[in-house]
């Protein structure tokens, strides 16, 4: 996310109130960068790192069945985000609620979760490809 789209609506798509003023719908991509940039972990952190902890090649499998669960649950975001979508598109073409809103409706809510969840999936598919990456030392040579 830029600046810019959080100057406009003072909040940030992580937020209901950042759909509620007018703010733009993220694709998967754009959310895919800011997860890059915030070089968050996600709420997964501690089970990734239980994972990594452990001896080849536990190490491996753990973390691709991590993986594989995290791709799943992130196709289901996915498609769920992208309903979320159109609904708001639509929503906003039939005009606001209320001239001057006081609270968000569901709408609002909904998608702003589902960026969040969106949001988790990448930084965790993040952090597990990085120690993927990596072959450890199965020697147990390194210091």
């Known amino acids: 996310m830029t ?10 798509a ?4 950042y759909y509620l003023q007018g703010g733009a719908i993220l694709g998967p991509k754009s959310i895919s960068l800011a997860a890059k940039a915030s070089k968050s972990a996600g709420y997964l952190e501690a089970g990734i790192q239980d994972a990594r ?4 090649p536990q190490r491996s499998e ?10 799943h649950a992130m196709k ?30 569901d ?7 589902k960026h969040n ?15 993927l990456s990596v072959q450890p030392d199965l020697f147990g040579f390194s210091n």
């Not at 992580?14 to 109130?17: N, R, V």
């Not at 902890?53 to 080849?56: D, F, H, L």
Request: proline share 5%; charged share 30%.
């Open 3 to 12: 600046g810019a789209q959080k100057a406009d609506t003072g909040y940030n």
């Open 14 to 17: 992580h937020h209901p109130w």
């Open 53 to 56: 902890a452990q001896p080849e």
């Open 62 to 71: 753990a973390l691709r069945r991590l993986q594989t669960k995290v791709r």
């Open 76 to 105: 289901q975001d996915l498609k769920r985000y992208r309903e979320l979508a159109r609904e708001l598109c639509a929503k906003r073409r039939n005009g606001p609620d209320q001239k001057a809103p006081v609270s968000c409706a």
């Open 107 to 113: 709408i609002h809510t909904s998608i702003a979760l």
């Open 117 to 131: 969840h969106l949001f988790n999936d990448f930084c965790h598919l993040l952090l597990i490809d990085d120690l």
